[in-house]
């Protein structure tokens, strides 16, 4: 009898199977797709010799992470490549605010009324960051806070609706770039805890970055896959689960699945009928004759570029997709164009490129023609640059990763009390109503991103039982 076996070979689940692994418990993981990955794959979705991340691309948390940064990853080929700029933020104007790694540089992207207010809203945390995310990303009851000082500071800023932070500034260009972070969880601007958000993608910057992975976001997963299988434990793909009766018998269970689908897999009935999942994107993927023609240079050096004319413009399009039954006009966009400092993931003089915009949950329309409306404002010609793009809207998803439900890449809405506590109101949120199963998917804490953190703390609550029974 294994001791555990894991299901869903996402970030994760591959994070769960070898912290198990390490600690010398017998692991066997188990993956519908052909290969590993989850959100964290690199395909060529286009042209021959473009590789594209068919979801996540640009990791501010995944290089932050407590979980990823205690395994040795570069042994198995796992590189972080930097742009000169995290991320930019044009305007309609021609010009930009930045979010660089410097805080000076940021601030003074946001011109003279803003730069103080900014640089006493981040100042605080920079020095305390590495405690600050582990105990962040710890929470709930998986570790005693490390600084519960800075923890509770970080949490007073953090916990308010982001609308209220946004009156720190007095100017837009701070309030714009801002809200963009934000929406980077698809939440409403006004929702409970989206201070703080922004706020941990702004400290990510500025103290670790927001690197691309060498070669595409795949080298996350196959560096975790092959960390796996020298700590002895076994990989399988190609294997769907659909009841608990079709997995070798272990003494533990753990799923990197939507509670929907563990409901559904272990007999759960309607354990985890409240939850709720958000809004859904609709995600392209470019390969263009050249780098995107940005009017604002510094967006022409940043690996990530957020479109919003303004925080009305970004709230609107929040609002649309989370309350709406059609997709806002003018969509906020997060775009990554990783061929910026990875030359490699395209044929020489070519670029990769992708662009999401959020739409109502489920949506089966074509947000192509608005997508690219708003890449013209900021870029024009942008559409003379394409040789070809792979679109994917919520069905297309969901068909490629059954985690992202109705299209929802975050595997549940961030809004509410959910925001923290996921996927039900408990102190022990990777424990499910059968003592051997557990969850260690993005919908429980601390939630949606690449990171493998609801791994690492899921794996916590295995060994603990392990070493019990």
Sequence with gaps: ????????????GLTAAVELARRGFSVALFEAKGTVGGGARTEELTLPGFRHDPCSAAHPLAVSSPAFRGLPLERYGLEWLHPELPMAHPFPDGTAAVLSRSVGETAASFGPRDAGAYRRLVT???HRWDTLVRDFMSLPLTALPRDPVTLARFGLVGLPPSTWLARRFRDERARTLFA????HVMAPLSG?????IGLVFALAAHTRGWPVARGGSQAISDALAAYLRELGGTVHTDYEVKRLDDLPPARAYVFDTSPTALAR????????ARYRYGPGVFKIDYALDGPVPWTAPEARRAGTVQI???SAEIGAALRAASRDKHAPDAPFLITVQPSVVDPARAPEGKHVFWAYGHVPHGWTGDLTDAIERQLERFAPGFRDRVLARATAGPPELA?????YVGGDIATGAVSGLQTLLRPKLSLFPYATPHPAVFICSQATPPGPGVHGMPGHNAAKAVWRRLRQT
């Design 1 to 12: 009898m294994l001791d555990a076996v894991v299901v869903g070979a996402g970030p994760n």
């Design 180 to 183: 963009g972070l934000v929406a």
């Design 265 to 272: 897999i272990a007999g759960f009935g309607d354990h985890y």
């Design 399 to 403: 068909a490629r990763n059954a985690n």
């Design 308 to 310: 919003g004319a303004d």
């Design 192 to 196: 409970f805890a989206t201070s703080a």
């Design 124 to 126: 605080p945390f920079l």
